[in-house]
């Protein structure tokens, strides 16, 4: 891709580039800026990896980038990305990288993540993962006046035996969005599919509020992996499956030689 925006009669849509060789030219040059991706996909898919990937290329463009776990403590994270060659150490100690470790068991972690989320610092967001968030044991409730004027505010139900219905699941998920959207960063959030599964996202809402869909799929018996980009806001690309490959360099798409 040579050009890093395109311009349409009514628009100029800047491409945010994401660090995964061979995809920026599947898409574009890249992400629409400050949209939100969703990377799906089972366990060891490269979810993280991709993230680590999107988030480097920022520092290395000089931006500021934030990434929200759920799964692990920062450490833990560094740690992976830096045996694949992402070693955030010296922009975490400039400033231009932030890891923040979100625990659900604490009562602020929606505070936290929206304070994060809505400081207006970051150019580029991963929340990884969205699972846990969405499926977490607070209930939303109506207010009048509460933080970020999202017409919510969280109440701990630790003693009610009521499940996470539906509705509640997708406010939960709208809550995330909205922030995400007010942000202006260019935004990955990834979400933790079963082996078997063939949704698109756990919770099965994430795909449709995402302006776009990536989904990775590793497949055992065959040792091959697939990248497949559903959806993608603004921007024509292809529906088929791409050949990927993990090494010590990260995710990189394999180009057939014909
Ligand atoms: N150096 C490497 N060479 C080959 N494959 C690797 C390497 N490092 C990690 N992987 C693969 O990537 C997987 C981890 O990817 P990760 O992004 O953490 O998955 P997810 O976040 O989707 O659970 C590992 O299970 C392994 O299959
Ligand atoms: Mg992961």
């Given at each position: 891709m040579q050009e890093e925006t395109y311009q349409s009669e009514k628009f100029i849509m800047n491409r945010v580039k994401?660090?995964?060789?061979?995809?920026d030219d599947l898409i574009e040059g890249g992400f629409p800026e400050k949209s939100i991706t969703l990377v799906s996909g089972s366990p060891g898919a490269g979810k993280s990896i991709l993230c680590f990937q999107f988030i480097y290329e920022g520092v290395n463009n000089g931006e500021n980038v934030l990434y929200l776990t759920l799964d692990k403590r920062e450490e833990g994270i560094l740690l992976q990305a830096k045996k694949l060659g992402y070693d955030f150490q010296p922009a975490i100690e400039n400033g231009q990288a932030t890891f923040r470790y979100l625990n659900i068991n604490k009562k602020l972690v929606y505070e936290t993540m929206s304070n994060e989320i809505l400081s207006g610092k970051y150019d580029r967001i991963v929340l990884d993962s969205i699972t846990p968030l969405s499926e977490m044991p607070l209930f939303l409730a109506d207010t009048q006046n509460n933080m970020n004027g999202s017409g919510y505010s969280f109440v701990d139900t630790e003693n009610q035996s009521t499940g996470l219905s539906g509705p509640v699941q997708r406010k939960h998920i709208l809550f995330i969005m909205n922030a995400l959207e007010s942000s202006e960063a260019t935004t990955i959030i990834t979400s933790e599919l079963s082996l078997?599964?063939?949704?698109?996202?756990?919770?099965?809402i994430s795909e449709f509020l995402a302006d776009g869909v990536i989904l990775l799929k590793a497949d055992p018996t065959m040792d091959r992996r697939k990248l497949s980009i559903f959806k993608m806001r603004n921007t024509k690309h292809t529906l088929k499956p791409q050949d990927i490959q993990i090494n010590e360099n990260g995710i990189t798409l394999v180009r057939k030689t014909m």
């Open positions: 994401t660090g995964v060789n061979g995809l078997s599964s063939s949704n698109l996202s756990r919770d099965g």
